[in-house]
């Protein structure tokens, strides 16, 4: 059973940063993160390749977030960089078997419970 335990989340002003992360059990998969806002559905952040050597970014966050990777410790990260109040939402990890990445969150087999983050004006 795989496991995806999310940390980092909280309560920043805009213009401020977070750093989320993501732990995993289990053998090595490709990873993302998706986010959902009260009312909405849940998006498309950001994914990364099992080996790390491919990402991809929603266009809302290309340039203030990046992806990473730590295999080692099977571990994912978000680095999430010029907070905007829209950037506020759940923030979830998941995990796909595979090794590409992709967008689709029917692709993601198991996912974390979810951390929070907010953004204040």
């Known amino acids: 059973q795989v496991q995806l335990v999310e940390s980092g989340g909280g309560l920043v002003q805009a213009g401020g940063s977070l750093r989320l992360s993501c732990a995993a059990s289990g053998r090595y998969y490709a990873m993302g993160w998706f986010r959902q806002a009260p009312g909405k559905e849940r998006e498309f952040v950001a994914a990364i390749s099992r080996s790390g050597g491919s990402t991809v970014y929603a266009d809302s966050v290309k340039g203030r977030f990046t992806i990473s990777r730590d295999n080692a410790k099977n571990a994912a990260y978000l680095q999430m960089n010029s907070l905007k109040p829209e950037d506020t939402a759940v923030y979830y990890c998941?995990?796909?078997?595979?090794?590409?990445?992709?967008?689709?969150?029917?692709?993601?087999?198991?996912w974390g419970q979810g951390t929070q983050v907010t953004v204040s004006s």
């Open positions: 998941a995990a796909r078997d595979g090794m590409a990445v992709r967008y689709s969150r029917d692709e993601y087999a198991y």
